[in-house]
């Protein structure tokens, strides 16, 4: 396979799932801002804006006003955003016309029309009583692409690299959305454990797609150790950062047997396997969730920089 024809897939999934996360992260933003009076909610926007890395950009534009509209709009659609929903999905839309002879049709009559609804939605500012439609939407375009893949793309190396590209996104993503209720949401010691806390950790689970499955395994008890448990450690759950590492090794290696060739990519990826395997909970907790997360997301960026150096000029 071209080089650029796997970076294509690898950066169209990315996007894909970027945006799907994107539109997770606003979600868990909304769900947590509800709960807050109207100059604590703020901070939930304001936290939500640090969590995507759009801080500066978006103090540019409006200084310290952390508004819920300015935030969503801003994240959504600001043409001054080059990293806004909207043109994030118009990177997948670009990836995808550049891959189209190694995608299925379905793959991209999904993308194409999920371009075309976003387009409807994000024309004019969304009010807060469509943003749920709109966040709806995104997800929806994700699972929609995901699904079309699934089902009908053959299982060579364009495959393996577009789920590369997928778990590499979904892990720093999650690992962002739980980042925003541990360390920038919790406002001090004295609410752990309070009815605030548990409400903001039902929050994150849903923005995930948890609840349910969480509420299953643990008799609808909501509880913080368990729920860091559950979204870490939990490889049964397509959304822990466990899955997401278990999805991408696999994946690495499926390129590896393909290529005959392992490359660093592969020798990082056992590293941070094994780092995973033998965490604990206790561990997670005497070094910190934050500290956690923050090594998780070195570690996975360096294996997303290492695939695109293995692979970039295979021909």
């Given at each position: 396979m071209l080089g650029r024809t796997a970076n294509g897939l690898?950066?169209?999934?990315?996007?894909?799932?970027?945006?799907?996360?994107?539109?997770?992260?606003?979600?868990?933003?909304?769900?947590?801002?509800?709960?807050?009076?109207?100059?604590?909610?703020?901070?939930?926007?304001?936290?939500?804006i640090v969590t995507s890395g759009q801080k500066v950009a978006f103090e540019a534009k409006f200084e310290d006003d952390y508004s819920g509209p300015n935030v969503w709009n801003f994240i959504l659609r600001d043409k001054e955003n080059s990293a806004n929903v909207l043109s994030t999905f118009e990177q997948v839309r670009t990836n995808a016309r550049l891959v189209r002879n190694v995608i299925s049709s379905e793959v991209w009559e999904a993308v194409n029309t999920?371009?075309?609804?976003?387009?409807?939605?994000?024309?004019?500012?969304?009010?807060?009583?469509?943003?749920?439609?709109?966040?709806?939407?995104?997800?929806?375009?994700?699972?929609?692409?995901?699904?079309?893949?699934?089902?009908?793309?053959?299982?060579?190396?364009?495959?393996?690299?577009a789920r590369a590209g997928t778990f590499v996104e979904r892990g720093d993503s999650i690992a962002r959305i739980l980042d925003i209720k541990y360390y920038l949401l919790l406002p001090s010691l004295s609410y752990v454990g309070s009815s605030l806390?548990?409400?903001?950790?039902?929050?994150?689970?849903?923005?995930?797609s948890g609840d349910r499955a969480y509420r299953w395994l643990n008799a609808g008890e909501i509880d913080a150790r368990g729920i860091v448990e559950f979204l870490v450690l939990d490889d049964r759950f397509p959304r822990s950062l466990a899955f997401c590492h278990s999805a991408l090794r696999d994946n690495l290696a499926a390129l590896a047997r393909l290529h005959h060739n392992e490359g660093l990519c592969n020798e990082l990826m056992r590293d941070a396997d094994t780092e995973m395997s033998a965490t604990t909970i206790d561990d997670i907790f005497d070094t910190g969730l934050h500290q956690f997360l923050i090594d998780f997301s070195n570690r996975n960026n360096a294996i997303?920089?290492?695939?695109?150096?293995?692979?970039?000029?295979?021909a």
């Open positions: 690898f950066w169209m999934f990315r996007y894909l799932e970027r945006a799907e996360n994107t539109a997770r992260l606003l979600d868990a933003g909304l769900r947590m801002a509800l709960t807050r009076d109207h100059t604590k909610a703020k901070e939930e926007w304001r936290s939500v999920s371009w075309m609804q976003l387009q409807d939605d994000l024309k004019r500012p969304v009010a807060q009583g469509n943003l749920g439609k709109v966040v709806g939407d995104v997800r929806r375009a994700g699972m929609q692409v995901h699904g079309a893949m699934a089902g009908s793309m053959l299982r060579d190396a364009g495959f393996h690299f806390d548990t409400g903001q950790w039902d929050n994150v689970l849903r923005s995930v997303a920089a290492a695939i695109a150096e293995d692979y970039r000029f295979i």
